[in-house]
């Protein structure tokens, strides 16, 4: 199964905040990354977190990080309709590899 | 500057036959990746090459698949014969380096389909 496992579908009101969750296994993860995916496009790096820092904000963007529980999770304040996308959380261990969730779909509703 | 680039951008092919895709890296990156993304799943690295060298490859079914880095530059991945299971979409990534924190660029992807 995935080291890094998400949620696969998300629903929010444009306006409303979105939280995107995320478990990863590998404790010795030195980064953990949030890509945007759009359609027909690759994947854009979004925002990391290096893996001794708790949270971390970026505009509307905010990161949390349980290291004991092995949980992140993104936070877009305000969600547009051009936050529509597939969100991939992913993990960077010791031998400098990523490895990917399946991504969480996020649809915004007007 | 400009981003990673690929090609083809879409291909169909039928099953046993063989198919390659280029991928032009960003300028002055010495690290390449290719990824393969099954429909649903997140990007599955096959390989990692570090200017002309591969640094990873244990993930890359080598009876099928083959990739070079001719040059250290842009790089081909080909697969041959293509199986049915091989449908997917093939991104192309590069970064300045391969350890540490160097964000990693991706291509907008090759998408394959195998009938």
């Known amino acids: 199964g995935e080291d890094v496992e998400q949620s696969l579908f998300l629903s929010v009101r444009e306006g409303d905040s979105s939280v995107i969750n995320c478990t990863y296994t590998?404790?010795?993860?030195?980064?953990l990354y949030w890509y945007k995916q759009e359609p027909g496009a690759g994947l854009q790096l979004l925002t990391y977190i290096f893996s001794n820092m708790d949270m971390k904000q970026d505009q509307r963007l905010t990161v949390l990080l349980n290291k004991k529980d092995k949980h992140l999770s993104l936070r877009i304040a305000d969600t547009q309709t051009g936050d529509s996308a597939i969100y991939f959380c992913?993990?960077?261990?010791?031998?400098?590899?990523?490895?990917f969730g399946a991504g969480t779909t996020v649809t915004v509703r007007a | 500057e400009a981003g990673v680039a690929q090609s083809p951008r879409y291909k169909i092919i039928e099953k046993r036959q063989s198919v390659a895709f280029w991928c032009n890296p960003i300028s002055g990156h010495a690290t390449l990746y290719w990824y393969q993304q099954i429909l649903g799943q997140g990007p599955k690295l096959l390989i990692q090459?570090?200017?002309?060298?591969?640094?990873?490859d244990s993930q890359l079914p080598k009876d099928r698949f083959s990739a070079e880095r001719l040059k250290g530059v842009d790089s081909t991945l080909k697969i041959q014969p293509a199986k049915l299971e091989d449908s997917a979409v093939y991104l192309c990534a590069s970064s300045l380096d391969g350890v540490g924190f160097y964000e990693q660029y991706f291509g907008p992807g090759t998408r394959l389909t195998v009938t």
């Open positions: 090459f570090q200017n002309n060298g591969v640094v990873d």
């Open positions: 590998d404790s010795s993860s030195t980064y």
């Open positions: 992913a993990e960077k261990t010791n031998d400098y590899k990523l490895s």
